[in-house]
């Protein structure tokens, strides 16, 4: 079974924002997790879809396109919950082979019971 064939449930996407005090940002940059960060430029182009009536909008669903490289992936998120400090929203991707989205992988996400 390829990777893209196994079900994962419910793939989440966590976002963390923190707040620091003047002066606490290089007590954390010295941290062994932090230690050495090696910077990265790409270029990416992304490209958001929806219906021309925002069906997937006013469902919570944002579809999306990004191109980096030769290499396209289709994301699917579901609209954030917030609670406290971290965000969290279920997020589905596939590699497809172009900038427009591939309909027949949205069905994996019904087959699942998630719309």
């Not at 430029?41 to 925002?54: G, K, L, M, N």
């Not at 030769?70 to 971290?86: C, E, F, M, Y």
């Not at 991707?93 to 309909?103: F, L, M, Q, S």
Request: with cysteine; net charge positive.
């Amino acid at each position: 079974m390829t990777s893209a064939e196994m079900k994962i449930p419910d793939p989440r996407e966590v976002e963390l924002k923190l707040q620091l005090r003047p002066g606490s940002r290089a007590i954390l940059e010295a941290c062994d997790a932090f230690a050495d960060p090696k910077a990265t430029h790409r270029h990416q182009v992304t490209t958001y879809f929806d219906t021309p009536d925002s069906v997937l909008s006013r469902a919570g669903f944002a579809l999306r396109v990004r191109q980096s490289g030769d290499s396209h992936i289709q994301t699917v998120k579901s609209r954030a919950n917030r609670r406290g400090l971290a965000t969290s929203r279920s997020e589905w991707e596939w590699p497809i082979g172009g900038n427009r989205p591939d309909p027949t992988l949205l069905l994996q996400i019904v087959s699942q019971g998630v719309v």
